[in-house]
DNA sequence: ATAAAGGTTCCAGTAAGTGGAAGGTCAAGG
DNA sequence: CCTTGACCTTCCACTTACTGGAACCTTTAT
């Protein structure tokens, strides 16, 4: 399988598998041609990749859960640390987004937003 | 004032503010001994990029609030769109969020989390 | 024969800094 | 006078996870 049908099946860029193989998720055969030859296996695990990182899971995280995948007697224990610290994260960025957005949003709404030069949300970001 | 003490009274790392010089929105003069010497208005300057930057407001868009900041008829429109925008780009970190939370965690609670290696979060991952 | 589509490598750039090395300067203590 | 430590300087590399583009080669279709 050429990069191009491995892109449209996975759904990853062509550029991204090239990355992936960079990175040593996967290592290709090479045809006479120098073109990379995928297996069945390679676009099961570059398919995995793509829903893990959809996920939020980070390359650093894909590797581990990539290496459970594949461990057949791996503990669910492990995965589940591995997501859960996922989770932890994912959580701590929405706070940080949603307390960014309240006071966006109350700046935004207390701004005219006409013709005159005086705007609070300005105000508020050069309160000394 | 040196650095250290625009550091400590603007809350930016050291770092930060060499890199802001850099890209153009100070230019503190020099003293004899090369050392960077900031005015009252560049301390100003980079407390408000510092509140804009935690607003999750980018950098190029710093650059345009700044320069709206300092152009006294500016009209509170073209601000209050800035914000707008930065708003809905929130808003939709937030969506992109959530929908990642609402599968993970979905995942992480119908994981055992044990010794035993069946987990649903790589079943879940590996699905063909 | 040629043109389009697909493949290759390699270099550079993104956002917004951060870390660290090598070295100059300043104020205080002995 | 010397040294120590804090503070300052520049410069280069690294971070994340790719993405864009140039220059070039191969395959397929007309």
Same mark, same amino acid.
């Given at each position: 399988?050429?990069?191009?049908?491995?892109?449209?099946?996975?759904?990853?860029?062509?550029?991204?598998?090239?990355? +992936? /193989? %960079?990175?040593?998720?996967?290592?290709?055969?090479?045809?006479?041609?120098?073109? *990379?030859?995928?297996? #069945?296996? =390679?676009?099961?695990?570059?398919?995995?990749?793509?829903?893990?990182?959809?996920?939020?899971?980070?390359?650093?995280?894909?590797?581990?859960?990539?290496?459970l +995948? /594949? %461990?057949?007697g791996r503990a669910s224990a492990d995965v589940k640390?591995?997501?859960? *610290?996922?989770?932890? #994260?994912? =959580?701590?960025?929405?706070?940080?987004?949603?307390?960014?957005?309240?006071?966006?949003?109350?700046?935004?709404?207390?701004?005219?937003?006409?013709?005159?030069?005086?705007?609070?949300?300005?105000?508020?970001?050069?309160?000394?």
């Open positions: 399988m050429n990069i191009g049908e491995v892109s449209k099946r996975s759904g990853l860029p062509a550029k991204t598998i090239r990355y +992936y /193989e %960079d990175i040593g998720f996967v290592t290709p055969a090479r045809g006479e041609n120098g073109y *990379r030859s995928f297996s #069945e296996t =390679d676009l099961h695990k570059l398919a995995f990749l793509g829903r893990a990182r959809g996920l939020g899971f980070s390359i650093e995280d894909c590797r581990t859960l990539l290496a +995948y /594949e %461990d057949q640390r591995v997501a859960e *610290r996922n989770l932890m #994260e994912i =959580d701590a960025k929405i706070a940080d987004l949603q307390a960014m957005r309240a006071t966006l949003s109350h700046l935004v709404e207390s701004c005219a937003g006409d013709a005159r030069p005086d705007c609070p949300i300005l105000e508020d970001l050069g309160r000394s």
